[in-house]
């Protein structure tokens, strides 16, 4: 079969044309991306080969390998992991799945060239960083159990070529071909031994898998024998230590380690701002190594986004989207979770059924709120950027976990009339309330402004009476739950008969009834006209500069609810 040019996606291209242009610092990077897929190949061709006890592949001696040649200038990464078939290869490598890289390209056109890393780094970039180093890069794959391979070759200028290869290995070797060195842009030579030892030291030496490189050694002559000469010697070298950093302790790992890690887990480009590790002994035993992201994926509000939690057993790859471990309000976290007591066969099924599979999900679940709770407490400008990116994520617990919703409640933080730039703690409301206010004052809608200009507030500013100001629509779900904090009710100002007159001393009773004598006939005249419109016109001490708004009766929806429903044909 003769070769076949193929187009790539429209978005793949976008995403190439960034990469052969690249405006991102860290070439070296590509690496941790390519040895981060090998060794996801070879975790996937372990499990299927468990699972599976006829598959026709040699899973005896599974490894990744580099190798370099200096004078080609070529580097070639290679596993004997999964492979993939002429099919998988146009679908994983000629299409960008991930949805978003519109956004990308766009925010790409409004950000500086030195901040673009930042936005690669959001987004991040897997297979195409190969293009940042090499002019071209011919990919040569078979999939595990299929006997013919396929070859994949572009230059990354909008097209690639696939060809049929009657021996190709098992696996799959990608080889690039390095663009030349240039100090300038600080690309390192790729082909040269010692700065790959040092990269995989530094980006990859936890991989589970060895990393292996042939590396020349000098034999200096054997001093007995007469006239001997010094030989070199090739030999394969092991560049990475193979550690599993979750079944360390924390004080044996450095941050750099685990930031590492977190990348390759996550398959992103920041550094964790949190990292938590836990190791539980007795009736179950696992070790959990989880981490809480700087910044937010693009897909983060994105349906059909993965659990970013990897299911280990006894250091045996599992799965990689082990839903089951983390409630959807936390899917932000990334990380792994090596439980001991689980079959190496475990499906989907018995997962979501297993006892275990709950506990320990329970136990996490509570582990990454206090470890909220302490960034609150703690760090509050490491808080600031955890809550600006997750915030939201975070709230929708106060829906979906009755559990920890408290505790949720106390995590979080709220815009409210105190601040015009600081949200504030619920802790921190309550402490600024005279003490006779036994209820927290809320007011939904759109954005912050449109709540500021409602008529609603106008009594409560006035008072001095702090309202929480809160315009993100899953506020509008949580805060209709009945949900209290420390006792007091969280009560809308737009709902029902906020009676502020217990703070107004000057106002007595008999004033009140000779106004409401005064006013009766107005206001039956009013609920005749309005009659169709509203169900009782009434006074009011709520406000002082606007002379009228409307209210809900206690049981109704805020108007941002109404508004919602009605949107959505309700
Ligand atoms: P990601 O790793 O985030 O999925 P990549 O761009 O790095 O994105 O890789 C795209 C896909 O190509 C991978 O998900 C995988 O299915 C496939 N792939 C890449 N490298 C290999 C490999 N060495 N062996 C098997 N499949 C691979
Ligand atoms: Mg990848």
């Not at 057993?313 to 001991?340: C, H, N, S, W």
């Amino acid at each position: 079969m003769t070769s076949q040019v193929y187009e790539f996606q429209a978005q793949a291209r976008q995403l190439l044309d960034l990469m052969v242009h690249s405006i991102y610092s860290n070439k070296d990077s590509f690496l941790r991306e390519l040895i981060s897929n090998a060794s996801d190949a070879v975790d996937k061709l372990r499990l299927e080969g468990l699972r599976d006890k006829d598959l026709d592949a040699d899973i005896s001696d599974l490894a990744i390998r580099l190798t370099p040649d200096a004078e080609a200038r070529t580097l070639t990464v290679s596993d004997n992991g999964i492979g993939m078939t002429r099919d998988e290869v146009i679908d994983l490598i000629g299409t960008v799945a991930k949805s978003g890289t519109d956004e990308l390209r766009r925010k790409l056109a409004e950000t500086d060239a030195k901040d673009a890393g930042e936005l690669i780094g959001q987004f991040g970039i897997g297979f195409y960083s190969v293009f940042m180093v090499a002019d071209s890069v011919e990919l040569v794959t078979r999939k595990a159990g299929e006997s013919v391979g396929t070859r994949w070759s572009s230059t990354g200028d909008g097209t690639y070529t696939l060809d049929e290869v009657a021996d190709a290995p098992q696996g799959t070797a990608i080889t690039l071909s390095l663009k030349p060195v240039d100090d300038e842009n600080a690309v390192h030579d790729y082909a040269d031994q010692n700065v790959l030892r040092r990269l995989v030291k530094k980006y990859s030496d936890f991989i589970s898998w060895p990393i292996r490189m042939t590396v020349t050694k000098q034999v200096p002559a054997d001093p007995d024998i007469e006239g001997a000469e010094p030989t070199v010697e090739e030999v394969d070298e092991t560049l990475n230590s193979q550690k599993a950093l979750w079944a360390k302790s924390p004080g044996e790992v450095s941050d750099e380690e685990y930031a590492e890690f977190y990348r390759h887990v996550s398959h992103a480009w920041d550094d964790p701002l949190e990292t938590i590790s836990l190791h539980a002994e007795g009736t179950f035993e696992y070790q959990a190594l989880l981490f809480i992201p700087t910044q937010a994926p693009f897909d983060l509000f994105m349906r059909e986004r993965a659990s970013g939690i990897h299911l280990y057993v006894k250091r045996v790859f599992i799965m990689d989207d082990a839903t089951e471990l983390m409630p959807e309000y936390l899917r932000f976290v990334q990380g792994v979770v090596d439980a001991a007591d689980l079959s190496l066969n475990v499906s989907r099924e018995i997962l979501q059924q297993d006892r275990q599979i709950r506990a320990i999900r329970r136990r996490l679940v509570k582990k990454v709120i206090s470890s909220v709770q302490e960034l609150q407490d703690r760090r509050p400008e490491d808080y600031q950027t955890f809550w600006g990116n997750f915030g939201r994520v975070f709230k929708e617990g106060l829906i979906n976990d009755q559990d920890n919703a408290k505790a949720i409640l106390k995590a979080s933080v709220f815009a409210s009339t105190n601040s015009e730039t600081e949200p504030t703690t619920l802790v921190d409301y309550l402490s600024r309330c005279k003490p006779e206010q036994d209820v927290i004052y809320y007011m939904t809608g759109e954005s912050r402004t449109q709540i500021e200009r409602s008529p609603h507030l106008e009594a409560f500013r006035a008072k001095g009476i702090e309202v929480l100001l809160l315009s993100d629509p899953v506020d509008e779900v949580w805060v209709s739950s009945g949900i209290d904090f420390e006792g007091k009710q969280l009560v809308s100002v737009a709902k029902g008969v906020v009676d502020l007159d217990d703070a107004d001393a000057a106002d007595t009773d008999e004033d009140k009834s000779k106004r409401d004598e005064q006013f009766a006939p107005l206001l039956s005249w009013m609920g005749q006209t309005l009659a169709d419109d509203v169900s009782e016109v009434r006074l009011s001490s709520r406000l002082t500069e606007s002379a009228a708004c409307l209210v809900g009766d206690d049981f109704s929806m805020t108007p941002q609810l109404e508004k919602l429903y009605r949107a959505s044909g309700q």
